[in-house]
């Protein structure tokens, strides 16, 4: 089913399932420990050994020489395989750095061999007898000084003549932001069970993407994407590190080939670091000139970043090209190329740190007009996609986010900067836009009838986004059902291909996949029972056609597949989300600690499909959005070229304690253009913007302006107002 045109009036606009908070129908399973996730996928296949990944301890080199005599006489030892015994080997999508086989050494932890094993820990002991000699050579590791050798990653998109416009502003602003490498600390591990019956692999594991990953795999062994199955049902978390196949599935393959029997890998949470891909650090200048009014006549965003060779970097100007108006515009980006672990998406990549520079520099232009916040955004609200006025937003409500925001967060009471104080705390508040791309890709369904009950079977997968739910919710409102008599299957490549959990599009191509299946299966039950399948109204298990009434039940047994795709109407149209967001923070004028008091989102995605799970991936967006502004660092030894901080311990993530109060409002809006639920994402809206809000409200409680990420008190304590 191809979707050309906007979607007109259809069942879901008078849904009884569809739109409704739903408690998770994964829930129970999770939170009782019955969901079983990779690892924990014992009686997928008998006899499992237990492999232990090795990585490299240089960055750039190449080995010398490795002797495992040590560690093939170890207890429980049962093979080794060792990447200067392998040839190198292909890479899979969007996947630069080498993932095993031959001798040179390109990243520090690249993985260089596998020990199976009868038990984790003799897997693990073993491993540590292994000897390797390394040749090191000279690598690149410091962003800083690599950003004068940065190339142009595309043409710098230009609209106007900004070089002309800015300084002829009256009010200009030209300020430089920087964010660091960040890793997706997931909770769930990369894990891996692998098993052969001949040529045959099957991989029971952890990834977002099960068709790309199915012929991923395929291209990287060299073998028939046809004998490779992947089956992925659960997955605890991604962030879009698990989007592509890494070294714990490869291994797991191979050590599983080599050991003649299954194996299973969980990557130790240093190799997650350093091992898979990782946020790269951005360094970006902003440049904004305005009319006295605040209208804005000229903008620039220019971002550096770094991969690996091939690699492209973090694109943090995404967000810059849809905002706000401006007649003269320069949008670049710059790439420079290192020798430390690929870089690769992690949610809202690109304008979840551009977000962190852009909506700052709009702050600073208001300070500079001395302006509220809120009414600059409204005041350059564009009409169509700037630089692109022939191309008009599908639906866009970014200024009824904010004054509805600006209502209910008690914006009027924002004081001037460090002027409000409660004792020793500096209170102060801040607003930031979002935006985000809401594309959708072409994704399939199979639905099947069995005595009045539905089976959906789809490779889609849930990271923890209630896929399960919202795809139960659309096969009982198109099929007439209640959520009870619906199943949902979910991850596993012999199934139809899927969306798959990335880029903000999981939810709303899934479902009209899942839509398009189910109207489907209604033409063949009205085939069945001698009616109409496009006309009839099938509603409580039951069927109105042609004045007569039928039992779904009446149909027996059938199945349908189809899958939806989407042409034209969408490529003339600019797809996004929008959205308000709010933060109060205290800063402790003794300390420098800042404690967030208060965030709010209030978020456009068009139709919410579950409002009780979209809220919880927009906190859970938000709470990621204060790592990023707080906390969330990667810090690279540049002698050594590696993330040193690579454990949880290091790396510090928000918790509970750190987001006392958070709130989410959904505005009732419908996108036609998006498809058939009229439904965009939403999943990654919620990281756009936020951490810009908490920076904006430092600012304002403190009068200092911190433009270097994150915002750890050491980089203004010194400069905090004296209190009477």
Known sequence: MEFNAPAGTNLFDQAKVVGKSTPRIDGPLKVSGLAPYAFERHDVAE????????????????????????????????????????????KGMMCYAPLFGGHEITHYHQAIACVVAETFEQARAAAALIRTEYETGDGAFDFPAAKTGAVLSDDPETFGDFDAAFPKAPVQIDSTYTTPAETHAM?????????????????????????????????????????????????????????????????AALGAKAAGRPVKIALQRPMIANNTTHRQGTIQRLRIGAESNGKITAIAHENWSYNVKGGDGEAATAQTKKLYAGDNRLIAEYCARLDLPEGNAMRAPGEAPGHLGLEVAMDELAIALDMCPIELRILNEPDAVPGNPEKPFSDRNLVRCLRKGAERFGWSKRAAPATRREGRWLIGMGVAAGYRGSPTTESAARVKLLDGRIVVETDMTDIGTGSYTIIA???????????????????????????????????SSSTAGVYAACVNLRRQVGDKLGFNGDTATFADGKII????????????????????SFGSS?????????????????????????????????????????????????????????????????????????????????????????????????LDTLDEVVGPLKAKGVGELGICGPGAAIANAIYNATGIRVRDYPLTLDKYLSDLPTLD
């Not at 790309?212 to 997955?235: C, E, F, M, Q």
């Not at 590190?241 to 599935?249: E, F, M, P």
């Not at 404690?595 to 499909?609: F, K, Q, T």
Request: one cysteine or more; proline letters at 3%; a negative charge.
């Open 47 to 90: 006899n499992q050994a237990y492999g232990w990944v090795v990585g490299s301890g240089i960055a750039k080199g190449r080995i010398a020489s490795m002797d495992v005599s040590e560690a093939k006489a170890a207890p429980g030892v049962i093979a080794i395989v060792t990447s200067p015994d392998v040839e190198p080997l292909g």
């Open 187 to 251: 909770m769930e591990p990369h894990a891996t069970i692998a098993a052969w019956e001949g040529d045959k692999l099957t991989l029971w594991t952890a990834n977002q993407m099960i068709a790309w990953s199915k012929t991923a795999i395929a291209k990287i062994l060299g073998i028939d994407a046809a004998n490779v199955r992947l089956d992925s049902p659960y997955v605890g978390g991604g962030f879009g590190g698990k989007l592509w196949v890494r070294a714990d599935a490869v291994l």
């Open 473 to 507: 919710q659309t096969a009982a409102e198109t099929m007439g059902v209640p959520l009870s008599a619906v199943t949902v299957e979910l991850g596993d490549s012999d199934f139809s291909a899927s969306a798959g959990s990335g880029g903000q599009w999981g939810a």
């Open 545 to 564: 056609a042609d004045n007569k009434r039928f039992d779904l039940a009446d149909a027996g047994h059938l199945s349908a597949e189809d899958s939806a």
């Open 570 to 666: 969408q490529k003339d149209h600019d797809v996004g989300t929008y959205a308000a967001h709010f933060c109060e923070v205290a800063v402790d004028a003794y300390t420098g600690e800042t404690r967030l008091r208060r965030m709010l989102s209030v978020c456009d995605a068009g139709r919410i499909l579950n409002p009780l799970s979209a809220r919880s991936q927009v906190i859970g967006a938000m709470v990621m959005s204060v790592g990023m502004a707080l906390m969330e660092e990667l810090v690279v030894d540049k002698r050594h070229g590696l993330f040193i901080n690579h454990d949880l311990a290091g790396y510090e993530v928000p918790v509970h304690a750190d987001t006392p109060q958070q709130d989410v409002i959904f």
